[in-house]
């Protein structure tokens, strides 16, 4: 796709990137509202915070000046990392843009001495095709109130040093 590029995010990507996981993620809240709320308050602050401290990698797609996808990855214990977000625009979805966030994450993760990244999914999902391209394992199952069940997967990207 041309004009295409990943970059890191800054502060005033916020406001498109929690338009975008509201309408990637809005469900898990029950109703539309309540994720605007949770995504355009409390949730939009932290990641301000961990774009500005750079505690994580923010990583935003970006097409002809216009934020269409990103993802949000941090420390999690030792060498794991935990990918907490990633979500492509609705439109764009199917085009390669969400391989690209990955392929650029792995790149950088595994730069900074990262060897695995982690991450929860919910059970049944499209989603985890996507993720079988970068091999991603299971590794256990969490309960949780709000989805049913979040299967963990982790991703190997390199050796422990
Ligand atoms: C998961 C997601 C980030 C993938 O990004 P993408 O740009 O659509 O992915 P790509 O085009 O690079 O790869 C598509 C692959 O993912 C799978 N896939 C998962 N969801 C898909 C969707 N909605 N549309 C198309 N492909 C999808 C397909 O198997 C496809 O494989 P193929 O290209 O070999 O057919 C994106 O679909 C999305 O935002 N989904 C909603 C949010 C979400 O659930 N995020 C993950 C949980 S944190």
Same mark, same amino acid.
């Given at each position: 796709?041309?004009? $295409?590029?990943?970059?890191?995010?800054?502060?005033? &990507?916020?406001?498109?990137?929690? !338009?975008?996981?509201?309408? @990637?993620?809005? /469900?898990?809240?029950?109703?539309?509202? %309540?994720?605007? #709320?949770?995504?355009?308050?409390?949730? @939009?602050?932290?990641? #301000?915070?961990?774009?500005? &401290?750079?505690?994580?990698?923010?990583?935003?797609?970006? /097409? !002809? #000046?216009?934020?269409?996808?990103?993802?949000?990855?941090?420390?999690?214990?030792?060498?794991?990392?935990?990918?907490?977000?990633?979500?492509? /625009?609705?439109?764009?979805?199917?085009?390669?843009?969400?391989?690209?966030?990955?392929?650029?994450?792995?790149?950088? @993760?595994?730069?900074?001495?990262?060897?695995?990244?982690?991450?929860?999914?919910?059970?049944? %999902?499209?989603?985890? /095709?996507?993720?079988?391209?970068?091999?991603?394992?299971?590794?256990?199952? $969490?309960? &949780?109130? !709000?989805?049913?069940?979040?299967? $963990?997967?982790?991703?190997?990207?390199?050796?422990?040093?």
């Amino acid at each position: 796709m041309m004009s $295409l590029r990943i970059r890191k995010a800054l502060p005033e &990507d916020i406001q498109a990137i929690v !338009d975008i996981a509201v309408e @990637a993620f809005w /469900k898990e809240y029950g109703n539309i509202e %309540e994720a605007r #709320k949770a995504f355009r308050g409390p949730v @939009a602050r932290r990641w #301000k915070h961990m774009i500005e &401290d750079k505690t994580a990698i923010v990583l935003v797609a970006e /097409k !002809d #000046k216009q934020v269409i996808g990103f993802l949000v990855f941090r420390w999690w214990f030792g060498w794991n990392g935990w990918l907490e977000a990633i979500a492509v /625009k609705k439109e764009y979805r199917g085009m390669g843009i969400g391989t690209l966030l990955m392929r650029a994450l792995i790149e950088r @993760a595994r730069r900074i001495g990262y060897t695995r990244i982690c991450f929860a999914v919910r059970q049944n %999902e499209e989603v985890i /095709k996507f993720y079988r391209k970068f091999n991603a394992q299971r590794f256990g199952e $969490l309960p &949780d109130e !709000d989805v049913g069940k979040l299967i $963990l997967y982790f991703i190997h990207i390199g050796e422990s040093i």
